[in-house]
């Protein structure tokens, strides 16, 4: 249901309407949200460096433990019985916030990085924030908090609210996944291709959109988007003869080769890569993919016969939703 309906939203989002980067990357925190597994709120968080996802989080707890919406944290049975107000007794929810565990992912490598929260830091987060050498943090919803302010004020933290009025896309969004109801998770597969189609409403191509990621132990290593090499004009902007002709050589890069040359050098060393598509890869992109260690491909649409012939020789699992 939760795929169905955010590719039924991007299909419906005009051509060459494109979010900005600051609304894509809050689009994914809230996308990443939806594996919350507390029961007071949902809450998302990217962190981002030169336009690319180094790592996502979300609100839950740890690996083993029961989870909160399975009755695992007093502290929410005592905020449902009344005792206890928005922010108090931070120290005894058992889960792992959200900016914590995009953090701890990544580490020192946040520095200089940016942040983006579907909610204002709470101050054991903010801590962690400020310490990992982050640069800007975003978010969207407030949060009472005067002592991550004042740490904020004190280190020279930059500290942007994103107003959903201004962001058309992040409010459809937003829109979108208040109907889905607390403790409605998507599966892994479901969650990283419908970030997949979020990547896509960057694409640039007037034919159609195409959003890929590759994933690595449950974590967003590289995205790609259909679009014009850097510096060349985009199809949306007549750039593209292919677009006329079918005949003529498409000036745009697959989805799925942006993602790939944007891959951390030696970031793939084991069988647990998986490619991410909205589409189908082209034989060259799934040449490119069994190249960079790929072993496991989900799309959206039905694989050419070559593809299939190729995936089954070389034995590259695939699944397709």
Known sequence: MILTSIRDWVDHVPLGQRPSWTEYFMIAAFMASLRSTCGSRRVGCTIVHDKQILSTGYNGSVPGDVHCIEGGCPRFEAKKRGELGSGERLADCIAVHAEQNALIQI?????????YTTTYPCFLCAKMIVRAGIHTVYYVEGYPSPETEALFARTGLCVKQMETDRYPHLSQVMHLL???????????????????YMASLRSTCSLNRVGSLVVMDKQVIATGYKGSVPGDIHCTNGGCPHVLNPDEMCIALDAEENALLSLPRGSVNNSSATLFTTAAPSYTSAK??????????????????????????????????
């Open 107 to 115: 580490g020192m490598q946040a520095k200089g990085g940016e942040l």
């Open 178 to 196: 208040q109907k889905i109801p607390l403790g409605e998770r998507p599966t892994w597969d479901t969650y990283f291709l419908s970030l997949a």
């Open 288 to 321: 490119l993919a069994i190249k960079a260690g790929i072993r496991r491909i989900v799309h959206s649409k039905e694989l050419d016969e070559n593809v299939m012939d190729l995936f089954s020789r070389l034995g590259i699992a695939r699944l397709k939703l």
